[in-house]
């Protein structure tokens, strides 16, 4: 079979990875909270995994593997949203839930085998912490519930710090419960405007790492292969993850591995720098979600990635050249560049190679393979890369006016200087007397477009 190598971060290097069980490999990967639409930074994960996850179908069988992905739907962002919005928090996180996997659907993920909800596995969450106040690895007080990290003498390996660095070097919440400032609540009050459940400790909600604790174990069982995530996750969410559940008796997760985030142009994502954007954003600016995904694919999961507009280009241009030679070609198999590629520690970018060098020699069919295995494209090349179906009337309507006000003016540097535009652009201009035409080329790239009128 197949051998697959990935980087663990628990031990900070690449091994093979061995499931527990060959028909049934698990993996979990942290979701989103779901109060608003996601920002492209939070698609890195999901489409490194979605990647991940077809990778294991492809070797292991479509109906060995098993993928779990949460939805964070009990929160206080969501609880101040629903504060500020005056609506409801169901109604806030059916929607947003609903958005998100509208927008990862068009950056072709698939959806994992289980998709849980936190607020549906309360009470596996109750069963759990009252494990771990049995056996005094967590206490109550003041409704709270809190786990002693002192007591868990394995706390910081995942991360490489220890208790001391931690409090040393981070914002630790300070509280009159706590008997130590490291110690972090599994169980909090609710009051009449926020959600809560009936508990031991009084009506009151879950903290945030104890849901995919409670849930991981539920669905996957006490041991599991793989546990995923971007690498902000790393401390505090996973490191008390792993507290948590190692302390109650699990084996918990064998793989860690944890993508790095992303930056915008350069900058860090900010909406201070104005470069903040939605996946939404993008894909309503006219980005398909073929691009998007490319552009994600370019570099290696464990690099910073810099989403910018030349990638995007330089993406949509790739990916119409390739539609336009697979025209026609039957579904075929996945190249074995491409996946040898990606058993290396999920090479996307090798596995991109492979297609160019696919394109490159005429192997069509195969490259259809591939592309379809990437998630690059369902069963038929998208619209969009038809470019004979893009709507150019606005723009030709713009070329038109520019034209008439030269030949009034006798200055036809505009005209000039706008064929230059289409022609950067990868569309040629027609002029007759009766209107101007434009016609895509093979090269047209319409985001160079954008802005125009």
Partial sequence: MTEITLYNTAIRAKEVLKPLDATNVRMYVCGPTVYDRAHIGNARPVIIFDVLFRLLRHVYGENSVTYVRNFTDVDDKINARAAESGRSIGDITAETTQWFLDDMGAVGALEPTQMPRATAYIPQMVAMIETLVADGYAYEKEGHVLFRVRKYEDYGKLSGRSVDDMIAGARVEVAPYKEDPMDFVMWKPSDAATPGWDSPWGRGRPGWHIECSAMAEDLLGSEFDIHGGGNDLTFPHHENE????????????????????????????????????????????????????????????????????????????????????????????????????LTDDLNTAGALAALHTLANTGETAMLRGTLQFLGLMGDAAPAWANASEFDFTQWEAHFQAVRGAAMAAKDFGPVDALKAMFANAGVEVRMSKDGVELVAGPDFDASKLEGLT
């Fill in 242 to 341: 792993i507290a948590q559940s190692k302390c109650a008796g699990h084996g918990f997760a064998n793989i860690w591995m944890h993508n790095e985030m992303l930056q915008v142009e350069g900058k860090k994502m900010s909406k201070s720098l104005g470069n903040f954007f939605t996946v939404r954003d993008l894909l309503d600016k006219g980005v398909p979600g073929e691009v998007i995904r490319f552009v994600f694919l370019s570099t290696h999961y464990r690099k910073p990635m810099d989403w910018t507009a030349q990638k995007a280009a330089d993406a949509s241009k790739t990916l119409r050249k390739w539609y336009a030679l697979i025209d026609g070609e039957p579904n075929s198999v996945v190249s074995q560049d491409a996946i040898g590629a």
